[in-house]
């Protein structure tokens, strides 16, 4: 079934300093009318996303929750799978399962587990995502690749969700990106972090021209199926004022971009909330592009925009 492709908006949240505090900040972001509460999937200072996840959904009633994505080296596929249908479960059904093949640098060199080249990963990470649909269906499950092999497994629980929990997949490279256009419910249009560190690179990554580029990949990927997708997109900064003009070209040096550039940098909002606004219409029309997901520090600013937009 085509997709509406109505606004809908989600933040991305790392930590809080006790249950209490996690708990109220998922009961705003709920009341404020984001759809979805999501988190990192890294080592550093941040929560584990599955308890976080499930502390969230516990202290809600319709929030969605997932991770930004699940680093499919960090654990197996069938442990994460059976997390994954678990957690879904349990809150009634409201995942968005959000799994990629890693990036950070700094994930790899302090937990030691291997760092292999790109391909590699993503090949990894597209048997994963054989595994975890296999999973997820009725019966038991065979698998044999290259990386993983899985022999008679019925995965218990199944989720609640069917056929499975939203798949979201995202990434800034042809080849991630035409994968996500041939499996995922939800693809992330996002630059590509190609040294394993977030830098320069990356930010001229996100640049709309780049972005034209990438949602005609996951186009060519999906064919037939692409008006089934739900295109999502990371945005970076949101600083809501009446000197846009002014704001972008002090911004504009952080992504490598020209002032005018900026000023139609997707991963980037700068403005009045009715600017803000336009530009994200004018951003559906252009990419497809409907379910954005902010940063925790944008959480009050966004509130208005939400507002006028979400579920139109």
């Known amino acids: 079934m085509a997709h ?3 606004f809908r908006f989600g933040v991305q949240c790392a930590t809080a300093q006790n249950g209490t505090e996690w708990a109220a900040l998922a009961r705003k972001v709920e009341d404020l009318g984001f759809s979805s509460l999501f ?3 890294h080592f550093g200072d941040q929560l584990a996303p599955l308890p976080a996840m499930m502390a ?8 969605r929750i997932g991770a930004l994505v699940f680093d499919n080296d960090y654990k197996h596929p069938v442990v994460l799978a059976k997390e994954i249908a678990t957690v879904d479960v349990l809150s009634g059904g409201r995942v968005e399962f959000g799994i990629g093949a890693g990036w950070m640098n700094t994930d790899y060199e302090q937990s030691g587990i ?9 090949d990894r990470m597209a048997e994963g995502i054989e595994i ?4 997820f269906a009725d019966g038991a499950f ?10 008679g497994m019925d995965g218990l629980p199944k989720p609640v969700q069917k056929p499975h929990p939203p798949l979201l997949i995202g990434g800034g490279a042809k080849r991630v990106l035409s994968i996500a256009g041939h ?11 190609k040294s394993g560190n977030v830098d320069g690179a990356a930010a001229r990554d996100g640049s709309a021209a780049q972005t034209d580029q990438k949602v005609q990949w996951v186009k060519d990927a999906a064919d037939d199926r692409y008006d089934d997708l739900e295109l999502n997109m990371l945005v970076f ?21 020209e002032p005018d550039q900026a000023l139609e940098y997707p991963h980037a909002w700068f403005g009045s909330v009715d600017e803000i606004c336009e530009d994200l219409l004018a951003g559906r029309d252009r990419w497809d592009v409907s379910y954005l997901v902010v940063q925790a520090d944008a959480i009050d600013a966004v509130a208005p925009i939400i507002a006028k937009l979400a579920g139109t």
């Open 183 to 193: 499996e995922a419910d939800i693809v992330g249009i996002n630059p590509a972090v």
């Open 132 to 135: 975890y649909k296999g999973l």
């Open 39 to 41: 988190l990192p999937d």
């Open 114 to 122: 291997p760092h292999d080249r790109a391909g590699v990963r993503i």
């Open 4 to 6: 509406d492709r109505k």
């Open 237 to 257: 900064a949101v600083i809501v004022n009446d000197q846009r003009e002014e704001t972008a070209a002090n911004m504009a040096p952080l992504f490598g971009v």
């Open 56 to 63: 969230a959904a516990d202290a809600t009633t319709d929030l």
């Open 142 to 151: 065979d698998f044999e690749g290259e990386h993983y092999r899985i022999s």
